[in-house]
């Protein structure tokens, strides 16, 4: 039920990409990326919706493909400030929501 | 300024003592929510409320209650508290529609149950 991530983790250098993965067993109605710092809150990225909609951050894009039941988060020119745990989350059931078990980037100068 | 807000921070407290986390949001949001943060298990839903009075279990609602009376107003109750109900909780607030929304989270609760 709860929705897989890959990798696990990821180590870059600044200005390197890095692509993070999110797949479901379920049909995906919506996905939720989020990230968070140590010792900090979870904050919103980005959202995409059923239909190819997608609303979020300026500086990283996803995909979103329905019929594979898949996203993609693309970080781009990774910053140091892009270090921290991204998790992906959908709504199912209704509106109960579940998020994947995350992914820690640490990127170094 | 626009904000969840979460109480207390930090709490220790001993096996069975009933203790209440308290969430209030200032946006006027619809849909609030309640997590667990485990190491290497993710962020697991506790309870929702989609509205006033309307409340519903997540995945993880066992040892756990909740109430919503007002709208900004979702606290978190654990009658008899036991050592697996140590973790970092956050309570989480949405303008609406969940898939359309996105989540604003409190700065969390680390509880500590010996």
């Known amino acids: 039920q709860q929705p897989v991530q890959s990798p696990q983790a990821v180590i870059l250098r600044e200005g390197e990409d890095a692509v993070i993965n999110c797949s479901s067993s379920k049909a995906l109605y919506s996905v939720h990326w989020y990230r968070q710092k140590h010792g900090e809150a979870p904050v919103f990225l980005m959202i995409?919706?059923?239909?190819?909609e997608q609303k979020g951050h300026d500086k990283i894009s996803a995909s979103f493909n329905e019929k594979k039941q898949q996203s993609s988060l693309y970080l781009t020119a990774s910053q140091l400030s892009y270090s921290g745990t991204y998790f992906c989350?959908?709504?199912?059931?209704?509106?109960?929501?579940?998020f994947g078990p995350g992914t820690r980037l640490s990127v170094l100068p | 300024e626009a904000q969840v807000t979460q109480n207390p921070r930090y709490l220790i407290t001993v096996t069975g003592k009933k203790l209440t986390v308290t969430c209030s949001q200032n946006?006027?949001?619809?849909?609030m929510s309640w997590y667990r943060q485990d190491p290497g298990l993710g962020l697991r839903q506790i309870y929702y409320s989609m509205n006033v009075e309307v409340t519903d279990k997540g995945d993880v609602p066992e040892g756990y209650k909740v109430s919503r009376k007002e709208k900004r107003n979702f606290p978190l109750i654990l009658e008899s508290p036991s050592p697996n109900q140590t973790s970092l909780y956050f309570c989480?607030?949405?303008?609406?529609?969940?898939?359309?929304?996105?989540?604003?989270f409190g700065p969390g609760t680390r509880l500590t149950v010996l």
């Open positions: 989350g959908t709504a199912i059931y209704g509106q109960n929501f579940v």
């Open positions: 995409l919706l059923k239909g190819g």
């Open positions: 989480a607030s949405s303008l609406n529609a969940l898939a359309g929304g996105e989540q604003f």
């Open positions: 946006m006027n949001h619809e849909y």
